[in-house]
């Protein structure tokens, strides 16, 4: 049975899990909030000798973080993002792994070694400079102008040129979305608030094979070590670095019935938690 198989029949065992700071109205099939989100967000406001508040946003691969950033930032005035891959730390192209996983790394002319190396070191915190990344955080809570690092994730690489800067003195709310945010402590401690993206593994799983049909090609051996990458690096690091330290966050986001083309308008919490960060802006 190939990777794909063994994948999926594993992944349709995971039971649902209940998310305490929201529920389902089932007579219009929307998720709405409760009392305990609520008494999160009037706990945010500026603190002493930090020029801006910090908002961290935390789930496994594909579960929809950085469109989460992405729709903070374009309905909220005055924002910023920080992606945690702007302080990736690619690894040794010439490592060694083990038996079991060589095959994975060999050269493949339909399947890169680079984009299939960069998709096995996302995947571990150790490949991430979260000593920079702090710093960049200090820096900008102090009213220092920064320089965040643009990172490619389709061609695998850093491109200056699109690096930002970032004025806290003129940016009161900086939102930063990453896989393990809330594992390393000095991050994690630094967050005014911390949201957690709970999406299921299936649907995770799925959005992973779409986002990287377009390096596989339609290829089954692609495919197979794709496969082989998720079970081997993917689904362990989720469990080991992700699921685990998930309770560390304020407030829980379920997966919601997103719309075409992964579009989150609409949503309920969102707009709340949205109109709630508009408000603390403007209170600065």
Do not use: W
């Amino acid at each position: 049975m190939n990777h794909l198989n063994q994948i999926m029949r594993k992944e349709s065992n995971n039971s649902n899990r209940i998310i305490k700071d929201f529920k389902l109205d089932l007579k219009t099939n929307r998720i709405t909030l409760r009392k305990k989100s609520y008494d999160e967000m009037q706990k945010i406001h500026y603190k002493p000798g930090k020029c801006a508040i910090f908002i961290g946003i935390c789930g496994g691969q594909a579960s929809g973080k950085k469109k989460i950033s992405e729709y903070f930032k374009a309905h909220i005035g005055h924002s910023e993002t920080i992606c945690e891959m702007s302080f990736f730390k690619p690894g040794d192209k010439e490592r060694t792994f083990s038996k079991e996983e060589e095959y994975l790394v060999k050269d493949y002319d339909f399947y890169s070694k680079e984009r299939r190396l960069y998709l096995i070191d996302i995947c571990n915190p150790n490949s991430y400079d979260y000593d920079k990344f702090y710093e960049t955080l200090k820096n900008l809570s102090e009213g220092k102008k920064v320089k965040i690092p643009y990172f490619d994730e389709n061609e695998c690489k850093f491109k200056h040129e699109k690096d930002k800067i970032i004025d806290p003195t003129n940016t009161p709310l900086i939102i930063i979305d990453g896989y393990f945010i809330y594992k390393n402590k000095k991050i994690r401690d630094f967050l005014d608030l911390k949201i957690y993206k709970e999406v299921e593994d299936d649907v995770r799983l799925s959005r992973l094979i779409i986002r990287e049909e377009k390096y596989l090609k339609n290829n089954y051996d692609a495919y197979e070590i794709y496969f082989g990458i998720y079970e081997s690096f993917y689904k362990p690091s989720y469990e080991e670095y992700i699921r685990i330290y998930r309770n560390y966050a304020n407030i829980f986001l379920p997966d919601y019935n997103v719309k075409e083309n992964d579009q989150v308008e609409g949503d309920e919490s969102l707009e709340f938690l949205t109109s709630n960060l508009n408000n603390l802006t403007k209170r600065r």
